[in-house]
C-alpha cells in the first residue's frame, strides 16, 4: 500500500469521520427533514406508478444539476453512529464527501453532485411521474439550496482548520534538530524533514520521497538499515532504539541515536515506520572527553607530587579522601589516616606548627578564603619534612563548613634551594659590595643602572650622581662622547670587547690605568645589560716596570753567577741556563766529543789512545765556538752530557719534584767524569710554576762543592773518633732517658693486664659450656625438650642474651688490647729513638697534631680513669699538618699527660682536671697541657728541667729533661708555667710550623 502526504493526513486526522461529527445538529437536523421530504416524495411517486414499468433512467441531470449523494439503506453505512439524528429519522446514512472532495467543490473545481451514481428507483419514479416529482422538489430545492450554503460554510471553516494543522505539523517536523522520517512497508521514504536533507548533504526533503537506503547510503550500511527496519515492519519490536555511525553529506563521520516505531492506521495495521535520528557526536565526544578527564584526573592523582584531601574542620582534620601521594609524602598509606583509622592527620603535623596551621585555617575559614600554609610534618619513620599546603572550605547552603578540600606537596628541596639561593644572593651581594674591583651595570643606551661602592671610589663620584646618567659622565670631555658611541654601536653587533686595557681620564682629570672585562648579562627582562668590572691597575703597571728591572736583574744573575743555575721543562729539557753552566757543560760535552773521536780512531796504527790531536781538526758547528753553544744547549737533558747513572739519578729526582710538588734541598752530587775527575756539587732544585700556579717544569741551582767534600775527607776520621767519644759518654743519660720513659709506658702497660685478666676472670663464657651440657643431656628429645620444658624454651631468650653480653666482652677486651698493643709499640720506639740519639737527627714523617695529642691521652687514659682525673679538650679548627719526629714529640706529650695526672692525683681537689689545647700563631704550634694538681714552687720554675731534678718522692728527675732536649732536637721549645704551690701548672711544647 503506497501512502502520499493526503493519505498520511487521512490517517492521521481521520478526517471523514471527524469532519462529520463536527458538523452542528441544527444543520444536521435540516439535512434530515430535506432528505425526509424527498425521500417521500420519491414514495408517493413509486406508490403512484410502479417501478416495474420503468426501463430507462433519467438522463443524469435534475434542473441543470448533477446528483451528489447516493441514498442508501441502513445496511449501507454500519459505521456510522447512531446518535446521529439523520439516521434516527429517516433510517438511512448520509454519506459524504472526502475531506480532498470538499476543498475542490469549496474551490469550484468540481461538481458536488458528480460523485453518486444516479438511484435507479429515483430514475423510475421520475419518468412516470415527472410532474408530481417536479412540484416536490420545487419546494424542497429553496430548502436544500440553503443547507447547502450552510454546509459548505462548514466545510471552508473545518478546511482552514486542518490545512492550519497541517501547516503547524509540516513546520514543526521541518524544524525539528533531529532527522525524522517516514518510510513505507517496502522501505521507501515517504516523508523527511529539514534537518534529515540537511545531514545528508541535499537541498530539499523532496529528494528522498520514493528512495530507499540503498540509493544514497553505503552498501552495508543500508543492508543494515533495511534488516532494522524489517525487524520493525514484522512487528517483533515496539519501540527501534540503536547508536549507529553515518557519514554525513560533509563526508564527517556521526554518531546517531536512532530510534524507529511501527505507523499503523486505524485497525492497527503496520503500514510503515515513523524514524528519528538524534546527532549525539558530541555529546559522545564529551563523555569521551568526560572519560578522559577521568583519567587523566585519576593519573594525576597518581602521581602528583603530594596528596590531594577532603577532610573534616575538626581538631583532628579528620581524613574522608587522601590520594595516593600520601604514602610517599607522609610514608603513611592513606587508609591509616583516613577516618584516623591508625593516626590523625594532625598527629604528623610538627608539635611546634599545629596551632599556627589551625589559626591561618580557621582565619581563612571565616573570611571564605584560600589558605596557604608552610609548616613542617614528621613522617613516619621519624625525621621532618617541609609542606606547603593549599584548599579552602566547603560551605553548605546555611553557611556552615562541610569540610576542608586541598592539596599538600613537599618543598624540603625546594626550601634547601631557597636557602642555598638566600646564602647566594648574600654571597653574590658580599661580593658584589667588597670587591676591590669597580662593577658597573649599563642598559643598552649606555646607562649605568647599578654600580658597587669600589667602582664610586675608582671614579671618585657618589652613587647617587651616576645611577641613571650616561657611562661616560665619570670620563673627562675629551673621549666621553667617543666612549659612548663605540659601545653603542659594540652593543647593536653583540661584539663587546670581554678584556681591554686603557688609560681613561676621569672627570676630575685623574689619569689611570683601567683594566675593563665585560659581558652580557641577562637579568630577566626582555633586554639584556652589560656587566662591566674595571680594575686599577696603575700599581700593575708600576709593578711591570719593576719585575722589567728585576729581569734586567735576572739576566745580570744568570750572567755573573759562579753557580750553576738552570730551569727545566717536564721532561726535563733544559729551558734556560746561566752563564757559568754553559761554561761546564760546553766543556763536558767537547771532552765527550774528543774522547768519542779518539776511540773510533783506535784501529789505525797511527794514533794511540788517549791522543786527541788529531779530534781538533773537525768540530761539529756547537762546539767550534763557544757563542754558538747556547742555542743548542735548550731542549737537551742531562743525557747528553753526563754519564748514565749521574743523568738517571737526576733525572728520577726531577720527576719526582713534578710529582709531588716537593723541593729538594741541599742534595750532594757525585760526577764522574770521561778524563777521570771526580767533582762534587750541593744541588737544590725547585717546582717550577707559571703565573697561575701550574706546574710548568723545575728549576735549581748547583754549587761546586768538590773542596769542600775534600776538607770534610780530611776531618772524617777525627769526626769519627769524637763521635765514638761522644757515645762512651752518654751512655748513662740515654740508659736513664730509657729506662724513665719505658717506666711511663709500662705503668698502663700493668693497668691494661690487669683490667684483662679481670674481665676474663667475670666472662660469661663458662656459661656457654652449661647451655651445652643441658643440650647434651636432652639430645634424644631435643624438640620436645625446647617447646614443652620451661628451661628450653627459656634457653634461646637466654642464648641471645649470652651473645650479647658475649660481644660486649670482646669488644672491651679487644679494646683494652688495643691499648696494650700501642703502649708495647710505644715502648720499642722509645728505645728505637733512644738508640739514635747519637745521630744528627731522627726519620721525620707528616703528622696531625690532634692524632699525636689523642695517642697521648689514650696511652695514659688508664691512669686518669684512675685518678678520675677530667680531660678537657680545646683544639683550633682546621689545623694544619706537621712533618717532624712523630716519636719525639709522642714522647714528651706522654711524660707531660703522666706527670699532670699524678700532679692531680696528689692535689685534695675533689675535681681533677686536664686541659689540652691546641692553637697556632707565629709560626708555631704550641701545645698546652694544664692541671689543677699541686702546682709548682717559684724556686723550682727555674730547675724543673735539670738532669735528676724532680718534685716527686719516687722521681727520676729525667722526663721534663730529656724531653726539653727533644724539643730541642724537632726545633721546638718546652715551657712551664705555674702561679704557685697547690694552683695548678701548665706546660707549653711549641713545634715549628715549617721543618
Given at each position: 500500500m503506497l501512502l502520499n502526504e493526503t493519505g498520511l493526513s487521512e490517517s492521521l486526522m481521520s478526517t471523514d469521520t471527524k469532519l462529520a461529527r463536527s458538523v452542528p445538529i441544527s444543520d444536521r437536523c435540516q439535512a434530515s427533514r430535506f432528505i425526509a421530504a424527498l425521500v417521500l416524495g420519491f414514495m408517493i411517486g413509486s406508490t403512484a406508478t410502479p417501478q416495474s414499468g420503468l426501463s430507462a433512467p433519467f438522463?443524469?441531470?435534475?434542473?441543470?444539476?448533477?446528483?451528489?449523494?447516493?441514498?442508501?439503506?441502513?445496511?449501507a453505512l454500519p459505521d456510522v453512529p447512531e446518535s446521529d439524528p439523520c439516521q434516527a429519522l429517516t433510517g438511512f446514512a448520509l454519506h459524504l464527501p472526502a475531506l480532498d472532495q470538499l476543498t475542490m467543490l469549496e474551490q469550484g473545481s468540481v461538481d458536488l453532485f458528480s460523485s453518486l451514481p444516479p438511484s435507479t428507483g429515483l430514475v423510475a419514479w421520475m419518468g412516470c411521474n415527472f410532474l408530481i416529482l417536479f412540484g416536490g422538489m420545487a419546494g424542497l430545492l429553496i430548502t436544500g439550496l440553503a443547507w447547502v450554503a450552510s454546509l459548505r460554510r462548514q466545510v471552508r471553516r473545518q478546511t482552514a482548520a486542518v490545512h492550519e494543522e497541517k501547516n503547524l505539523l509540516a513546520a514543526l517536523i521541518d524544524h525539528l534538530p533531529d532527522n525524522v522520517y517516514v518510510k513505507d512497508l517496502e522501505g521507501r521514504y515517504v516523508l523527511t524533514n529539514l534537518a534529515h536533507a540537511e545531514f545528508h548533504g541535499v537541498p530539499s526533503p523532496l529528494y528522498f520521497r520514493g528512495k530507499c537506503g540503498a540509493d544514497f547510503l553505503p552498501l552495508e550500511v543500508a543492508r543494515t538499515c533495511a534488516e532494522a527496519d524489517s525487524s520493525v515492519f514484522a512487528g517483533g519490536v515496539s519501540v527501534f532504539v540503536r547508536e549507529e555511525e553515518l557519514v554525513n553529506g560533509k563526508g564527517q563521520v556521526k554518531c546517531l541515536a536512532t530510534t524507529k516505531i511501527p505507523f499503523k492506521d486505524q485497525t492497527g495495521k503496520i503500514m510503515g515506520l515513523v524514524g528519528f535520528s538524534r546527532d549525539i557526536t558530541e555529546a559522545r565526544q564529551a563523555e569521551d572527553a568526560l572519560r578522559e578527564k577521568e583519567r587523566v584526573l585519576s593519573t594525576l592523582m597518581s602521581n602528583l607530587p603530594g596528596l590531594a584531601y577532603r577532610c573534616r574542620n575538626d581538631q583532628n582534620w579528620t581524613m574522608e579522601f587522601l590520594s595516593e601521594g600520601c604514602l610517599e609524602l607522609t610514608g603513611y598509606a592513606p587508609v591509616d589516616l583516613v577516618g584516623n583509622a591508625w593516626k590523625s592527620y594532625a598527629g604528623i603535623i610538627h608539635p611546634e606548627d599545629r596551632e599556627r596551621v589551625a589559626e591561618e585555617i580557621q582565619s581563612a575559614l571565616r573570611e571564605r578564603k584560600k589558605f596557604q600554609l608552610l609548616y613542617r610534618i614528621i613522617p613516619k619513620g621519624g625525621g621532618e619534612k617541609w609542606v606547603w599546603e593549599q584548599g579552602l572550605g566547603v560551605f553548605s547552603a546555611a553557611g556552615e563548613v562541610e569540610a576542608l578540600e586541598g592539596f599538600v606537596t613537599d618543598i624540603t628541596e625546594r626550601r634547601r634551594a631557597d636557602e642555598a639561593l638566600r646564602v647566594s644572593e648574600e654571597r653574590f651581594r658580599a661580593i658584589w659590595e667588597h670587591s676591590i674591583d669597580g662593577l658597573r651595570l649599563t642598559d643598552p643606551d649606555g646607562r649605568i643602572i647599578t654600580v658597587n661602592?669600589?667602582?664610586?671610589?675608582?671614579?671618585?663620584?657618589h652613587r647617587e650622581k651616576l645611577v641613571g646618567q650616561f657611562f661616560s659622565v665619570a670620563h673627562s670631555g675629551e673621549d666621553s662622547a667617543g666612549s659612548l658611541q663605540t659601545y653603542l654601536e659594540r652593543f647593536r653587533a653583540g661584539k663587546i670587547v670581554p678584556r681591554a686595557t686603557a688609560r681613561i681620564r676621569f672627570w676630575n682629570g685623574e689619569e689611570k690605568d683601567v683594566e675593563v672585562s665585560t659581558c652580557f648579562v641577562d637579568l630577566g627582562g626582555q633586554e639584556r645589560t652589560v656587566l662591566s668590572i674595571l680594575r686599577d691597575i696603575s700599581g700593575?703597571?708600576?709593578?711591570?716596570?719593576?719585575?722589567?728591572?728585576?729581569?734586567d736583574l735576572l739576566t745580570t744573575l744568570f750572567d755573573n753567577l759562579p753557580d750553576a743555575l738552570y730551569f727545566k721543562d717536564l721532561q726535563s729539557r733544559f729551558v734556560r741556563v746561566s752563564k757559568s753552566k754553559l761554561d761546564s757543560s760546553w766543556a763536558m760535552a767537547l771532552t765527550r766529543h774528543r774522547l768519542g773521536t779518539a776511540n773510533q780512531g783506535l784501529s789505525t796504527a797511527s794514533q794511540e789512545p788517549g791522543d786527541l790531536s788529531a779530534a781538533n781538526e773537525d768540530l761539529p758547528a756547537h762546539l767550534a765556538s763557544r757563542q754558538a753553544f747556547p742555542e743548542y744547549i735548550l731542549g737537551k737533558t742531562d743525557f747528553d752530557f753526563f754519564d748514565p747513572a749521574r743523568a738517571r739519578a737526576a733525572f728520577e729526582d726531577e720527576q719526582e719534584i713534578i710529582r709531588t710538588g716537593k723541593p729538594l734541598i741541599g742534595k750532594v752530587e757525585q760526577t764522574n767524569h770521561l778524563d777521570g775527575r771526580v767533582t762534587w756539587s750541593l744541588s737544590t732544585k725547585m717546582p717550577w710554576l707559571d703565573k697561575d700556579g701550574r706546574l710548568i717544569g723545575t728549576f735549581g741551582v748547583s754549587k761546586d762543592i768538590t773542596p769542600l767534600k775534600e776538607a770534610e775527607a780530611s776531618v772524617e776520621l777525627v769526626h769519627k773518633q769524637l763521635l765514638d767519644a761522644s757515645r762512651q759518654a752518654g751512655m748513662a743519660e740515654v740508659a736513664t732517658g730509657v729506662l724513665h720513659n719505658v717506666g711511663n709506658v709500662l705503668n698502663s702497660v700493668n693497668v691494661s693486664s690487669t683490667l684483662l685478666a679481670e674481665k676474663l676472670r667475670h666472662s660469661r663464657i663458662p656459661s656457654l659450656a652449661k647451655v651445652a651440657d643441658l643440650l647434651r643431656e636432652h639430645s634424644a628429645h631435643l624438640g620436645e625438650f625446647m617447646t614443652t620444658d620451661a628451661r628450653g624454651r627459656q634457653l634461646p631468650l637466654y642464648l641471645e642474651q649470652l651473645a650479647g653480653r658475649l660481644a660486649a666482652e670482646q669488644a672491651s677486651l679487644l679494646g683494652e688490647v688495643?691499648?696494650?698493643?700501642?703502649?708495647?709499640?710505644?715502648?720499642?720506639n722509645i728505645v728505637a729513638m733512644q738508640q739514635t740519639y747519637a745521630r744528627p737527627a731522627g726519620v721525620?714523617?707528616?703528622?696531625?697534631?690532634?692524632?699525636?695529642?689523642?695517642?697521648?691521652?689514650?696511652?695514659?687514659?688508664?691512669?686518669?680513669?684512675?685518678h678520675q682525673v677530667r680531660i678537657i679538650r680545646e683544639y683550633e679548627p682546621r689545623l694544619p699538618s706537621l712533618t717532624i719526629d712523630k716519636h719525639k714529640v709522642l714522647q714528651i706529650l706522654v711524660n707531660l699527660v703522666s706527670n699532670a695526672g699524678h700532679a692531680c692525683a696528689q692535689s685534695e681537689r675533689a675535681e681533677k682536671r686536664l686541659s689540652v689545647r691546641l692553637a697556632t700563631g707565629d709560626e708555631r704550634l704550641r701545645i698546652s697541657i694544664s692541671d689543677n694538681g699541686v702546682g709548682i714552687a717559684p724556686d723550682n720554675l727555674t730547675r724543673i728541667f735539670s738532669l735528676g731534678f724532680t718534685t716527686r718522692?719516687?722521681?727520676?728527675?729525667?722526663?721534663?729533661?730529656?724531653?726539653?732536649l727533644a724539643a730541642r732536637e724537632v726545633g721546638g721549645a718546652l715551657l712551664s708555667h705555674s702561679d704557685g704551690p697547690g694552683l695548678g701548672a701548665t706546660f707549653v711544647l711549641e713545634l715549628p710550623l715549617r721543618s
Open positions: 438522463g443524469g441531470k435534475v434542473s441543470g444539476f448533477q446528483q451528489s449523494y447516493a441514498l442508501s439503506g441502513p445496511p661602592e669600589a667602582f664610586c671610589q675608582l671614579v671618585n663620584l700593575r703597571r708600576r709593578v711591570e716596570s719593576v719585575l722589567a728591572y728585576e729581569r688495643g691499648c696494650l698493643a700501642k703502649n708495647v709499640e710505644h715502648i720499642k721525620t714523617e707528616l703528622i696531625q697534631p690532634v692524632d699525636v695529642v689523642e695517642d697521648a691521652l689514650r696511652i695514659n687514659a688508664s691512669a686518669l680513669a684512675r718522692p719516687d722521681g727520676h728527675g729525667f722526663g721534663l729533661h730529656s724531653g726539653a
